[in-house]
């Protein structure tokens, strides 16, 4: 630490003689290792990234909620390829349709839920996953950059740095990751991350690959959101004229399509359309000024009341080491 | 019931053996030991007896075994109260030290080693707390070292908690070198206070409002009235209040249950210090209450005031409107029991408003929204135990309650 090292230099080469001058090189020393250190301190916390429009060419997902019929093949599909345990109520029982899974009910034994919806005496099938959103909050939140949004699309995880603090979860306004809170070794964060791996293979998510009716499209997120707006040009009296996650919370790389408000399908209508890293950006961006501005106010407030000691003669008012031996 | 660690008073240089001296208080073990079975240690021994077997069940057999382990609510007592809540007091050290070292205001000497002290016990237990609760405590270095993520406000507060903590150890070590003797390393390190001080002023601002930022990333999760743009600054400013009204607290405790290690600059001076303090504390806190009422305008959230959630906010926010009149009046009649109560009672506000934003009124809006498990109670209240039986270990053998000037 430069504080250290500097002032020890200092503290040898005085001694009592310079107490009385009050400007000395001691002091300008001290000050300057305080400025050093906030100068550290300053590069180590340099604020978010500015207005991000989105990596381009990157995939998402478009689930038509119009399509879906709840055959839930798509929680199969990924709890094969993901190796999860085996459900407790098997994908072909309906039962499970009786409570709303994910995000309500905490569960880390699966990345998505199809849940049903009982809207004008019809069902309506959702689809719950992350929703990875162009400036995830999760992202934001992590400390440790184990939560990133890679150039692909898929908000993604690194193992390897979690340290388990768990702010993605209290920042994630999908309230979707989980975490595997009985581990006591290694304890998982737990979301969807959009087949990371196989889309790198240049292989399709396995949920969209074994929809049986095309509910759930894979592809670049420019592409999907023009098939969106054709659909629901196409068939004005079949869709309502609203994707979701074209704006919300800034955009998100899974988007959907519906025949019903999405506000009866248990969607969160009350995000907004700003970014969620936007929130604490103005607060970041006030961190290196306040780590330049307060050694110099309260370093020259110090020097201001040694000086008036000074002149008034008085006995300096400091901490007794400060020059006596 | 007395706190004093033992019954007695110590004997006067009767053992000739250092470790004796420094770390029994002058008795033999076997005396020492057996002095130790005071009720209050037993009932405090008991208490950390039980919240150890239940902080060793969550590290052989996972979080879920302690705490709520819920996805929607990842943060419950355990950071709610040992983080959110303990470190606005903790600020003790950087508000007395900074009217002591920087504006040289003499009057508050004899309690600003306490006050250093206290705010290095609550951040090194805030520290403690953390590492029960994160998932992986042994990674602890790694936003320091391994991988960063400057974007998140966690990464500040990772930062400044940790950077201060080391600043608090340097600004507390001259007393601990006094107790054992150490003259030239006390010297060298006191020779450091105001670069120290300059130091805490820095960290401290930017974390105490850093943990305010943290829950501007959870806009539609907090409640609207405590949601607020302004959160970082109303943080800011109730921990100078909370670091203030600590210190007055905690001095009127040592009075009254550690007479012996109180030293005389220390007891006579106490009234006009706590005055001093009442003083400030009743400025601050209207410039709380004023923010915080323009913060309901801002957000214009007026619409939740009368509503379960807006009659819990009222409450808060009444307790904390009448602190500042309270000192004031305790002030202007020279009543030190008054200003002493009014502290209290600060305390008592500020620990609501951390709880509301950290667990009450977060997630306001989900169905069966629980608070907490009844053993992640009782491990905080175990591991602050441990916090006043270590605060107490110090004070008895270092020379923490008196001006330097009398050491």
């Given at each position: ?275 969620y890293p936007e929130f604490t950006r103005d607060f970041l961006s006030l961190v290196n000024l306040t780590l330049v501005t307060w050694p110099a106010i309260f370093g020259g407030i110090y020097l201001m009341t040694k000086n008036r000691e000074e002149i008034t003669g008085e006995k300096p008012d400091e901490p007794e080491t400060e020059g006596k031996v | 019931m007395s706190i004093i660690e033992i019954e007695d008073i110590r004997k006067p240089e009767t053992s000739q053996n250092w470790i004796n001296e420094k770390l029994f208080l002058g008795f033999t073990v076997k005396e020492y030991v057996k002095r130790l079975f005071t009720p209050f240690n037993m009932f405090a021994g008991l208490i950390v007896l039980i919240g150890a077997i239940f902080i060793l069940e969550r590290f052989i057999f996972g979080l ?344």
């Open positions: 630490m430069p504080v250290v090292q500097l002032i020890h230099v200092k503290d040898v080469t005085d001694r009592q003689g310079v107490n009385n001058m009050t400007m000395s090189r001691r002091r300008f020393v001290k000050l300057g290792g305080a400025l050093v250190a906030a100068c550290i301190a300053g590069t180590t916390t340099a604020s978010a990234s500015q207005s991000f429009s989105g990596y381009p060419d990157r995939y998402g997902m478009l689930s038509d909620l119009t399509r879906c019929i709840g055959c839930r093949r798509c929680e199969a599909a990924c709890n094969k390829a993901y190796n999860l345990p085996e459900p407790e109520i098997p994908f072909e029982d309906e039962s499970v349709f009786e409570e709303k899974r994910k995000p309500y009910v905490a569960d880390v034994q699966s990345y998505t839920a199809v849940n049903r919806y009982d809207v004008n005496g019809k069902p309506v099938y959702r689809k719950v996953q992350c929703m990875h959103c162009e400036e995830p909050a999760c992202v934001s939140a992590c400390f440790v950059s184990a939560l990133k949004k890679s150039p692909e699309g898929p908000v993604t995880w690194d193992e390897k740095v979690c340290i388990g603090c768990r702010y993605c979860i209290t920042a994630c306004p999908f309230y979707v990751p989980a975490f595997e809170y009985s581990s006591t070794f290694s304890p998982k964060i737990q979301k969807c991350f959009m087949c990371y791996e196989r889309i790198m293979d240049g292989i399709v998510p396995a949920c969209a690959e074994a929809c049986p009716v095309e509910a759930i499209t894979f592809g670049k997120r420019s592409k999907l959101l023009k098939l969106a707006r054709t659909r629901i040009w196409g068939e004005p009296d079949r869709y309502i004229d609203h994707v979701y996650g074209e704006k919300e919370v800034g955009g998100t790389g899974w988007m959907y399509i519906s025949g019903v408000p999405f506000s009866q399908l248990g969607f969160p209508m009350d995000l907004g359309t700003i970014a | 879920d075994k302690i705490t709520e382990a819920s996805n929607e609510q990842p943060w419950g007592l355990l950071l709610g109260v040992g983080l959110f809540t303990g470190v606005p007091f903790s600020a003790s050290g950087f508000v007395v030290g900074t009217a002591v070292y920087i504006f040289g205001l003499k009057k508050y000497r004899p309690v600003v080693k306490n006050a250093i002290l206290l705010g290095f016990l609550g951040y090194l237990f805030a520290v403690v707390f953390l590492m029960i609760d994160l998932g992986r405590p042994w990674r602890i270095y790694y936003p320091m070292v391994i991988s960063f993520g400057p974007a998140s406000v966690m990464f500040l507060v990772a930062w400044h908690v940790s950077l201060y903590l080391t600043v608090q150890a340097f600004e507390f070590s001259p007393s601990a070198f006094d107790w054992l003797g150490l003259k030239k390393i006390r010297k060298w390190v006191l020779g450091m206070t105001i670069a120290l001080t300059i130091a805490g002023i820095m960290l401290s601002t930017l974390h105490q409002s850093a943990l305010g930022a943290m829950f501007l990333l959870a806009p539609g999760k907090l409640h609207p009235l405590w949601y607020t743009s302004y959160l970082p600054w109303l943080h800011l400013i109730t921990a100078i209040a909370g670091g203030l009204v600590f210190v007055v607290v905690v001095s009127k405790l040592v009075l009254v249950f550690m007479k012996d290690r109180v030293e005389p600059s220390y007891r006579d001076n106490l009234d006009n210090i706590t005055l001093g303090i009442g003083k400030a504390t009743s400025f601050i806190l209207f410039t709380y209450v004023g923010l915080r009422l323009s913060s309901i305008a801002y957000e214009n959230a007026w619409g939740y005031i009368n509503t379960p959630f807006g009659h819990w906010f009222l409450l808060e926010f009444m307790l904390f409107a009448a602190l500042p009149f309270m000192f004031y009046y305790g002030v202007k009649i020279r009543n030190v029991g008054l200003v002493q109560f009014s502290a209290l009672l600060t305390m008592v506000a500020i620990i609501i408003n951390r709880l509301n934003i950290s667990i009450i009124a977060f997630n306001w809006k989900l169905p069966g929204h629980e608070l907490f498990f009844w053993k992640e109670g009782i491990v905080v209240l175990s591991v602050l135990t441990i916090e006043i039986l270590v605060y107490r270990w110090i004070v008895n053998r270092m020379p923490v309650l008196s001006d330097e000037t009398h050491v």
